[in-house]
């Protein structure tokens, strides 16, 4: 079955980077395109960035556009998120995400940027 494990999150000051990663199973990884959304407290999910299958193409929210960079390692079946310049609004659960006929999500990961 499809699997999605997120890692990587934490505590960091704003300014500061971190990368969380995406770890899949149980389907054809480098057909998929992959995502990442995230979830703030009281707020809808809403979507980060998205990469294609090849990893060619990708595409970010205009509020996270040259600061936050997405990509993939389909060899080792996981897809990243590097998120530079953070600020506390970055703050929020991240997902990984991927659309197959059904939508599957992981668990998230806790980000939390604060001084």
């Known amino acids: 079955q499809v699997q999605l494990v997120e890692s990587g999150g934490g505590l960091v000051q704003p300014g500061g980077s971190l990368r969380v990663s995406c770890a899949a199973s149980?389907?054809?990884?480098?057909?998929?395109?992959m995502s990442w959304y995230r979830e703030a407290p009281g707020e809808d999910r809403e979507f980060v960035a998205q990469i294609t299958a090849t990893g060619a193409t990708t595409n970010y929210a205009d509020s996270v556009k040259g600061r936050f960079t997405i990509s993939r390692d389909n060899v080792k079946n996981t897809v990243y998120l590097q998120m530079n310049s953070l600020k506390p609004e970055d703050t929020a659960v991240y997902y990984c995400?991927?659309?197959?006929?059904?939508?599957?999500w992981g668990q998230g990961t806790q980000v939390t940027v604060s001084s």
């Open positions: 995400h991927v659309k197959q006929t059904y939508d599957y």
């Open positions: 149980g389907f054809l990884f480098s057909w998929y395109a």
